[in-house]
C-alpha cells in the first residue's frame, strides 16, 4: 500500500516539474516574437500616449510643452474626426462582409477537386499580387468618367446608360472604394479559409456522403463547425485591417473631407498640418477604436468555444 | 436472414431528386454548370483588371487611354518594357525586394511557427494574453508608427538599409503568421506528439519533424501572405529609405518618370509593364509551391 | 509518382525561361540606350570664376538633395560632374523622394532633427515659407544674382527680409484649347473671361457630344489636393477676389470670390466632366490629349505630352493666357521649385556656389533645353534656342503676372491652410454654396495666422 502511494505521489510531482519545464521552454520559444512586440508596439504605443499629452509640434521653434488633457477634449468637438469615424466603420462591415462571402465561397471552388485548379489557385492570387499603390491608381483610371474602360464596358453591355463618375459622386463613391478594396483583398481571405479547409479530413466527407448527406448538409455539419478557427483569425485580421485602410481612399478622393479615414486624418494631421501632439491623441483615439473591436471578437471566441 | 439481421438492413429509402442527377452522367453534367459559371465569374472577376494591365503594358504611351477604348491594342509595343528595365534602379529593385521579401518571410516563419508552437500546444498562464499582445502590433494605423520606428531605426544606423524595411515588415506579417499557426496547432490532434514524446523525443524534435509537416498548409498560406506583403508595401519604403539603389519594387515603379523629366506626368505603359515583370514571378512562385504542399498533404492523410 | 518528379522539373524550367526572358529585354534594352538628351545635345556649362571658387573651397564636399531618378537625375549629375571638374568640390547628389509629402517629411525630419546630413536642398515653391527658420540668408552671396529672376517669385522666395531660396525653374498655369474645334464653331480668338470659357465650352461641347459622348468642354484640377489650391487661386484672383491673404488679412470671404466660386460650381457636370472633382494634373492632360475636352488648364508640361508623335491633338492646340473674371486681369499660379541651403550645413560657401551655379542663366538656359523645365528667368524668353525647346512660352503667357500662394505668410502653418482651403473648395464644387463655405475658410486661415 505504502508504495503504491509513494508511487503516486512521485508521478505527480514529476508532472509538476514537468509542467514547469513545459513553461520554461513555452516561454523561451516566445522571446523572439516577445522581442519585437516590445519594439514595436510597446515603445510606439508608449512613445504616442506621452505625445497626446503635449503640443509637439513637427517644427517648431518653441520647446514642447505639456498641455494635459487639451487635445483630448477638442478631439471630442473635432467633427472631422467623427465623420472619419464612421466612414472607416461602415467600409469596414462592408468590406469584410463581402469579403468573407466571396473568399468563402472562392475557398470552396478551389477545394474541390476539378481540372484546372492548380492554375484557379495561381489566378485567384492575380489580385493580392498586384501593388497596392499600382492598382489604386490603376482602378482610379479605369472608373474615370470621360476614358476609363469600366465604364466603356458597362455602356457597351448595355449595364447603364451612360458614363457615371463612379468616384466623384457622394452616392457611389464609397460603393467604388469598397469595390476595390474587395477586389484586392478576398484573395487574402480565400487563402487563409482554403487553408483552413485543406486539413479538414477528406475521410470525413466520405463517411457522410455514404449516410446519404448532400452538399449543403456536409457543409453545415462537417465543414462550417470545423473551420471555424480560421474563420474567426481571417474576420478579425481583416477587420483590423479595414479599419487602418489609407491607400485606396488616399488615392481616389485626397483629402476630400467627406470621404477621409480614420488613418487619413491621423496621417494628414502629423505629416501634412505638423501637429504631432494632437496627431498623437488621435492615433491614441483610433487604437482604443479598434481595441473595442478586439474586444468584440474576444467575446465571440469565447462564446463559440464553448 | 435471421430477423434481428432483417432488423438492422438498411432500408432501402426513396432515391431524392440529387440522388437520381448525381447518379445519371447526364445528370451530373448539368449539376456542374452552376459550378463552372462559378469558376467563369471568379476567373473574370479576378483577372479582367489584370488583363487590363497587360494589355496596357503592350500600348504605346499615346494610345493608352485614346476613346474609342483599344481592347487590344492596335499597335502593340515592348516599348513599355524596354523602358521599365532599362531603369536600372528597377532591376536593382526587383533585387532588393526579392531579398526584404524572402528574409522576411523566413523570419516570420521562424518567429512565429516557434511562437504557434509554445502557445497552440503548450499549456500556461498568460496564453492569450500573448496572443493578445502580439495582435496589438495591428491595431496602430501606420503612421502612428512611424514616427516612432523611425527613432528606433535611426538608433540603430539601420536606415536607408533594407535591414530596416526587414525589420519593420515583421510589424505586419508576425501578427497573422503569429495567430495563423498557433490556430493550426491547436486543432492537431495530440496521438501523434505524446507518442513522440514517449519514444524520448525532445520537443525540438517533435517541433520539426511532428508538428510542422502537419501545419504545413497554414507554414506555405502565411509564407506566401507574408512574403506578398512585404513585396508590395510601401509606406515603410518610402520613408526608410533615401538612396535609388536601395529601391524596392513599388518605390522604384512610382519612380518612373516619363520622357518628359516632368513629376506631372506619369508613364503608366511603363507602370503597367512593370507590374507585369514584377507580378508574373509571383504567380510562378504560387503554381509551384501551391502544387508541391497538396501532394505532400495528401500522402500524410493517406498514411493517417 | 513519376509525374510527381516530373513536375518540379517542369516549375524549374519555367523559371529559368521567365528569367532568361527578363535577361534578354534588359540586354535588349541595354542597347538603346535610354541617355538623357543632356549627354548627347548640349555640354554642361562651364562654371564662371572656377579658379576664384576652387582656390576657396576646392576639396569640400557638399550634399545636395536634387530631383527624382531619370533624366533629371541624370542632369543633375552631368552638372555636378562639371562644377567638380572646374571647382573642385564634391556634389553627392541623392535623389528627392517620388513623392512629394515624402520629401517634404524627409526635409522637415533633417531641419527638426538639426540634421548636417544636407546641405542643398530643391524645394517646393510652397516650403520657403515653412522652412525660413532653418534656411541660410542668400541675399548676401546672391542677391545680385537675383535680380535677373522673375520678381514674382523671388518675392515668394523672400520670408521676412530674408531671400531664404533662389528660382530654379518654375512652372505657371495656362489655358490649352482646340484651335481646330474653335474654327469649327466660329470662334476666332480663345476666351478672355471666365464667362466667355463656359459659354464655348458649350457650345463646342454640345456639338461634339454628337460624335463623342465623351466630350467635355473644360477639364481643370479640382481634385481635394494642393493643386486644386493653385487652379482656385488663378479663378479668385483673377476676378479681383485677392489672394486667399493679402497684406497679412484673410480676404477670402468677399462677393467676388464667392461669386466666381458659384459660377464654376453650376458648371460641374454641365461643360466639364462630373469628375472633374476628382482630377489631379494626369486626368485632365490625359482628357484633353485623348481629344476628350476643349479647353484645359494645366501646366507647361503638358505641351509636350500634346505634341508628341501618335498624340490626337497633336497640331490642333495652343496656349493662352488663362480667362479673368469681370473687372479684373490674367494671373496664372506659380509652381516649379527652389534651391535652399540649410542652416546646419558644414560648408555653407561651397553650397552657396553650388547654387549660384545652378540658378544662372547658362545652366537654366541647359536644363530647359535638355529637361523641358521652364526657366525663371525673363530674358531667356527671347533666346531663340529657349524658345525652340519651350513653345509655350510665348510673350503673351510669359507675360501673364504670376500668382503666389500664401505660403511665406503662413509659414510652418501654410499645408494646413492649404487644406483648409481645398477642402472647403472642394465642397462648393460638389454642390455646397460659396457663401456657406468662405466664411468657414476664413475663420480658419484666421486662426492659423495668430
Redesign the interface.
Given at each position: 500500500m505504502a508504495s503504491v502511494a509513494t508511487t503516486v505521489t512521485t508521478r505527480r510531482r514529476r508532472r509538476t516539474k514537468l509542467q514547469r519545464r513545459q513553461t520554461r521552454v513555452a516561454w523561451l520559444l516566445l522571446v523572439p516574437s516577445l522581442a519585437v512586440v516590445a519594439l514595436v508596439a510597446l515603445y510606439p504605443l508608449g512613445k504616442t500616449v506621452f505625445q497626446s499629452f503635449t503640443n509637439q509640434e513637427f517644427l517648431a521653434l518653441e520647446p514642447t510643452k505639456w498641455v494635459g488633457l487639451q487635445n483630448y477634449t477638442t478631439l471630442i468637438h473635432d467633427t472631422f474626426f467623427r465623420t472619419a469615424i464612421w466612414t472607416t466603420v461602415k467600409f469596414t462591415l462592408i468590406t469584410v462582409a463581402f469579403e468573407f462571402a466571396l473568399g468563402l465561397a472562392i475557398a470552396l471552388v478551389v477545394n474541390s477537386s476539378f481540372k484546372g485548379r492548380g492554375v484557379m489557385r495561381a489566378v485567384m492570387l492575380v489580385p493580392w499580387a498586384i501593388p497596392t499603390v499600382v492598382a489604386a491608381q490603376m482602378w482610379k483610371w479605369m472608373l474615370d468618367d470621360t476614358f476609363g474602360v469600366i465604364n466603356d464596358l458597362f455602356v457597351r453591355i448595355h449595364l447603364v446608360s451612360h458614363s457615371h463618375a463612379w468616384i466623384a459622386e457622394p452616392s457611389t463613391a464609397l460603393a467604388s472604394v469598397c469595390a476595390v478594396d474587395i477586389w484586392k483583398t478576398t484573395p487574402f481571405v480565400a487563402l487563409l479559409l482554403l487553408a483552413g479547409l485543406q486539413v479538414i479530413p477528406q475521410d470525413l466527407y466520405e463517411a457522410a456522403e455514404v449516410d446519404g448527406a448532400n452538399a449543403l448538409q456536409q457543409f453545415w455539419r462537417i465543414t462550417f463547425p470545423l473551420l471555424k478557427p480560421a474563420i474567426l483569425v481571417t474576420l478579425i485580421f481583416r477587420t483590423l485591417d479595414a479599419l487602418r485602410v489609407f491607400d485606396v481612399f488616399y488615392v481616389f478622393f485626397g483629402n476630400r473631407p467627406d470621404t477621409q479615414t480614420m488613418a487619413i486624418y491621423a496621417q494628414s494631421t502629423i505629416v501634412g498640418d505638423g501637429h504631432v501632439g494632437y496627431g498623437a491623441a488621435i492615433s491614441v483615439a483610433i487604437f482604443l477604436i479598434i481595441a473595442i473591436f478586439v474586444v468584440i471578437y474576444m467575446t465571440v471566441n469565447r462564446v463559440t468555444e464553448e | 436472414m435471421t430477423a434481428a439481421a432483417e432488423a438492422v438492413r438498411p432500408v432501402a429509402r426513396p432515391a431524392s431528386l440529387s440522388r437520381r442527377m448525381r447518379k445519371s452522367p447526364l445528370g451530373r453534367l448539368i449539376m456542374r454548370i452552376p459550378f463552372y459559371l462559378l469558376v467563369a465569374v471568379i476567373f473574370v472577376y479576378a483577372l479582367f483588371p489584370f488583363y487590363w494591365v497587360v494589355r496596357s503594358s503592350f500600348t504605346p504611351e499615346v494610345n493608352l487611354f485614346q476613346t474609342p477604348i483599344q481592347y487590344i491594342p492596335a499597335h502593340p509595343t515592348l516599348a513599355n518594357y524596354r523602358g521599365a528595365l532599362s531603369a536600372n534602379f528597377f532591376t536593382h529593385a526587383l533585387l532588393n525586394s526579392a531579398i526584404v521579401a524572402g528574409s522576411v518571410t523566413l523570419l516570420s516563419l521562424a518567429i512565429g511557427s516557434s511562437a504557434a508552437f509554445a502557445l497552440g500546444r503548450f499549456k500556461f498562464h498568460g496564453r492569450s494574453f500573448v496572443l493578445y499582445l502580439v495582435l496589438s502590433m495591428t491595431i496602430f494605423p501606420q503612421i502612428a508608427i512611424l514616427g516612432a520606428l523611425y527613432t528606433t531605426i535611426t538608433k540603430f544606423n539601420l536606415y536607408d538599409t533594407l535591414g530596416a524595411l526587414i525589420f519593420s515588415y515583421l510589424i505586419f506579417t508576425l501578427p497573422f503568421t503569429i495567430w495563423v499557426l498557433t490556430s493550426f496547432m491547436r486543432t492537431l490532434p495530440g496521438d501523434l506528439e505524446e507518442a513522440a514524446y514517449v519514444d524520448g523525443a525532445t520537443p525540438l524534435q517533435v517541433f520539426w519533424k511532428v508538428l510542422l509537416p502537419l501545419i504545413a498548409p497554414g507554414l506555405v498560406t502565411t509564407g506566401l501572405l507574408a512574403f506578398i506583403s512585404a513585396w508590395n508595401e510601401y509606406l515603410y519604403a518610402l520613408s526608410f529609405t533615401q538612396s535609388p539603389n536601395h529601391y524596392t519594387v513599388p518605390l522604384a515603379i512610382t519612380s518612373f518618370v516619363s520622357p518628359t523629366g516632368s513629376a506631372f506626368a506619369v508613364p503608366w505603359g511603363q507602370i503597367m509593364a512593370a507590374t507585369v515583370i514584377v507580378t508574373l514571378p509571383l504567380l510562378v512562385l504560387v503554381l509551384v509551391f501551391q502544387k508541391r504542399i497538396i501532394a505532400g498533404l495528401t500522402a500524410g492523410a493517406v498514411k493517417g | 509518382m513519376q509525374s510527381?518528379k516530373r513536375?518540379?522539373l517542369l516549375?524549374a524550367t519555367?523559371?529559368v525561361a521567365?528569367l532568361a526572358l527578363?535577361v534578354g529585354?534588359?540586354v535588349?534594352?541595354?542597347g538603346?540606350?535610354?541617355a538623357t538628351k543632356a549627354a548627347a545635345t548640349m555640354p554642361a556649362p562651364k562654371v564662371p570664376n572656377g579658379a576664384a571658387i576652387r582656390a576657396k573651397y576646392g576639396g569640400q564636399s557638399i550634399t545636395f538633395i536634387g530631383d527624382?531618378?531619370?533624366?533629371?537625375?541624370a542632369?543633375d549629375v552631368a552638372l555636378a560632374k562639371e562644377f567638380r571638374k572646374d571647382t573642385g568640390i564634391k556634389v553627392n547628389i541623392?535623389?528627392h523622394?517620388?513623392?512629394?509629402?515624402?520629401s517634404?517629411?524627409?526635409l522637415?525630419?533633417i531641419?527638426?532633427s538639426h540634421s548636417s546630413s544636407m546641405d542643398v536642398a530643391m524645394v517646393d515653391v510652397t516650403w520657403p515659407g515653412?522652412?525660413a527658420?532653418y534656411l541660410v540668408n542668400l541675399k548676401p552671396a546672391l542677391g545680385a544674382q537675383s535680380k535677373i529672376h522673375a520678381a514674382g517669385i523671388v518675392a515668394n522666395d523672400t520670408v521676412n527680409g530674408k531671400l531664404v531660396a533662389m528660382p530654379w525653374f518654375g512652372d505657371f498655369g495656362m489655358l490649352y484649347y482646340r484651335t481646330d474645334l474653335l474654327q469649327k464653331y466660329g470662334y476666332s480668338a480663345p476666351p478672355t473671361t471666365w464667362t466667355e470659357l463656359f459659354a464655348m465650352a458649350k457650345k463646342i461641347q454640345d456639338g461634339e457630344q454628337q460624335s463623342?459622348?465623351?466630350f467635355?468642354g473644360f477639364?481643370f484640377q479640382g481634385?481635394?489636393?494642393e493643386g486644386l489650391t493653385c487652379d482656385a487661386l488663378e479663378w479668385i484672383a483673377s476676378s479681383g477676389g485677392g489672394s486667399f491673404i493679402d497684406n497679412g488679412k484673410v480676404t477670402i470671404n468677399n462677393p467676388k470670390a464667392a461669386a466666381i466660386l458659384d459660377l464654376f460650381r453650376s458648371q460641374i457636370?454641365v461643360t466639364t466632366?462630373?469628375?472633374?472633382?476628382?482630377y489631379q494634373?494626369?486626368?485632365a492632360?490625359?482628357?484633353f490629349?485623348?481629344?476628350?475636352?476643349a479647353f484645359e488648364r494645366n501646366?507647361p508640361?503638358?505641351y509636350?505630352?500634346n505634341e508628341?508623335?501618335?498624340?490626337?491633338v497633336a497640331g490642333k492646340f495652343a496656349v493662352a493666357p488663362l480667362p479673368h473674371g469681370p473687372g479684373g486681369h490674367s494671373v496664372a499660379t506659380v509652381g516649379g521649385w527652389q534651391l535652399a541651403v540649410s542652416k546646419f550645413s558644414k560648408h555653407p560657401g561651397a553650397a552657396i556656389e553650388w547654387v549660384r551655379y545652378l540658378t544662372s542663366a547658362a545652366v537654366e538656359k541647359f536644363d530647359t533645353i535638355t529637361?523641358?523645365?521652364v526657366p525663371t528667368i525673363p530674358a531667356l524668353v527671347k533666346d531663340p534656342a529657349v524658345r525652340k525647346a519651350a513653345p509655350y512660352l510665348n510673350p503673351a503667357t510669359a507675360a501673364v503676372p504670376r500668382a503666389t500662394r500664401p505660403s511665406s505668410i503662413l509659414g510652418?502653418?501654410y499645408?494646413?491652410g492649404s487644406?483648409d482651403i481645398?477642402?472647403g473648395i472642394?465642397?462648393i464644387l460638389?454642390g455646397a454654396s460659396a457663401s456657406s463655405v468662405l466664411p468657414t475658410i476664413q475663420s480658419e486661415l484666421q486662426a492659423l495666422l495668430k
Open positions: - | - | 510527381m513536375r518540379p516549375v519555367a523559371l521567365a527578363v529585354l534588359s535588349a534594352a541595354a538603346t540606350s535610354h527624382s531618378v531619370g533624366g533629371s537625375h542632369r541623392v535623389p523622394s517620388p513623392a512629394s509629402d515624402q517634404y517629411a524627409q522637415a525630419r531641419f527638426s515653412v522652412f527658420p463623342n459622348p465623351n467635355s477639364v481634385n481635394a489636393y457636370g466632366p462630373r469628375g472633374v472633382t476628382t494634373e494626369g486626368e492632360q490625359t482628357a490629349t485623348n481629344g476628350d475636352a501646366w508640361y503638358a509636350s505630352l508628341a508623335a501618335g498624340s490626337p529637361n523641358s523645365n510652418q502653418h499645408n494646413e487644406k481645398y477642402q472642394s465642397q460638389n
